[in-house]
């Protein structure tokens, strides 16, 4: 008989909770042990269950992304995604890691966010999540790994996830590529005053997308999941997250253009694709402008032959190892988005992470929603609050990232009641770019 220690704890901890809380499981924890039992004794790097210590994560820490609204997440799979996005940065750290996709993602324990939820709204128990649980923070989905990969048809975590959440009547923000949330078992067992969905889809070109994101669905189902969820009174959002640019860098702002430039020309992003979202009933868009590392280069390079480094100017990178595209340039391109999304009624919204804080402020003169960089305040009826309501030094307590505030006086500064042209003018005025 094959030992199965993992699959075993798991179901014990199961046991136990469903004796003691009166959220009504009926989750079949067999697939564990099942799973356990394919590799028998030749188990996966890590083992079969994913997370099963400690099930959420706080991400607003880093210094790129500390006025991240939504820096509350979980995943409810890990080490690898099916989806393989080229430009993936979770997919080059985790091959350097040598846990990618090998042989694929794994579940999550579901028990040990049933646990944190039982602990904190059924008992006076200590939990180290209860101040941000209590406070009701919206938990972000979809971060290291996609939860709503087609596997998750056949182990159901995610979908388990989505009736705990119900059950607690707990706000979450979804971050998927994949359309299976708009299936009807999974619609059913949401509530759309607690979800806000955001639907990844970079581009309407399918053929660029079937070799930069061969594991996702086309365009063409992940449009028309959005039109199922708005119709069922949803608040979605397009996510054009990673907006690849059209040109090289300075194509639309730099007057001394280089002329040998204008013919290099990436037909991944179209404007047209707000068009699209339009037509299938998109009430929201939101953009966020791509920044790669080499591996992402190369990896991009490696499956469609085209070299992007050419695109980027050397002045604008951070580092050696990361690319990207100058503000000015980037506002170009949001502006015009802005302006299109104005003529086809979808309101518009931007995300600065991974390219510099001064960017969280300048551009939020372009959303429609002042409150929000992900459009959900005032959208969804059960979203009170944000990760930037966490106060800073729990924020360090519960994360593994120890960087200090950015900036003392913004870090949780009231959003859409500030002088953003006063904030801008510091940022420029800076040495090193940041408020002083």
């Not at 959208?379 to 106060?391: L, Q």
Request: with cysteine; hydrophobic share 30%; glycine share 6%.
């Amino acid at each position: 008989m094959i030992p199965t220690p993992k699959s075993d704890q798991v179901i014990d901890n199961a046991t136990y909770l469903k004796q003691v809380s009166k959220y009504p499981s009926t989750y079949d924890l067999e697939i564990y042990r099942k799973l356990e039992q394919r590799f028998g004794y030749d188990q996966p790097r890590g083992g079969i269950v994913f997370g099963n210590n400690d099930p959420f994560k706080i991400i607003n820490t880093h210094p790129a992304c500390q006025q991240c609204l939504y820096g509350f997440e979980m995943d409810t799979y890990g080490r690898g995604c099916t989806h393989d996005c080229a430009y993936c940065y979770s997919r080059a750290e985790l091959i350097v890691h040598g846990y990618w996709n090998k042989p694929f993602p794994m579940p999550r324990d579901i028990t040990s966010v049933w646990r944190e939820f039982y602990t904190v709204f059924e008992t006076n128990k200590k939990s180290k999540w209860r101040e941000i649980l209590e406070k009701r923070i919206p938990l972000r989905i979809g971060s290291g790994s996609d939860g709503f990969m087609y596997q998750d048809r056949k182990y159901r975590v995610s979908y388990e996830l989505l009736k705990i959440l119900k059950y607690y009547k707990y706000p979450y923000i979804i971050v998927t590529r994949s359309d299976l949330v708009a299936y009807d078992d999974y619609m059913e067992v949401m509530d759309p005053n607690l979800a806000s969905i955001q639907l990844s889809i970079p581009s309407i070109n399918d053929d660029i997308n079937k070799l930069i994101e061969p594991g996702a669905p086309n365009s063409i189902r992940r449009l028309k999941a959005i039109q199922k969820l708005t119709r069922n009174g949803f608040w979605t959002t397009v996510r054009i997250n990673p907006l690849f640019p059209i040109h090289p860098d300075g194509y639309f702002t730099d007057p001394n253009f280089p002329e040998e430039k204008r013919k290099l020309k990436f037909d991944l992003f179209d404007w047209d694709i707000i068009k699209a979202v339009a037509e299938y009933g998109g009430q929201s868009l939101l953009a966020g402008f791509v920044r790669l590392s080499s591996h992402g280069l190369n990896n991009i390079e490696k499956r469609i032959g085209i070299d992007l480094r050419p695109f980027f100017n050397d002045e604008c990178r951070k580092s050696k190892r990361d690319f990207h595209f100058s503000e000015v340039e980037i506002r170009a391109y949001y502006e015009r988005i802005s302006a299109l999304c104005k003529a086809h009624g979808v309101q518009f919204t931007t995300c600065y992470i991974g390219n510099g804080e001064p960017m969280f402020w300048s551009d939020q003169d372009l959303w429609d929603n002042k409150k929000d960089c992900c459009n959900v305040q005032d959208r969804v009826e059960g979203f009170k609050g944000s990760a930037r309501d966490i106060n800073y030094d729990l924020r360090l307590k519960l994360s593994s990232i120890k960087s200090d505030p950015i900036n003392e006086k913004l870090i949780q500064q009231e959003l859409g009641n500030v002088d953003l042209k006063k904030v801008s003018h510091q940022y420029q005025n800076s040495e090193n770019g940041y408020l002083q």
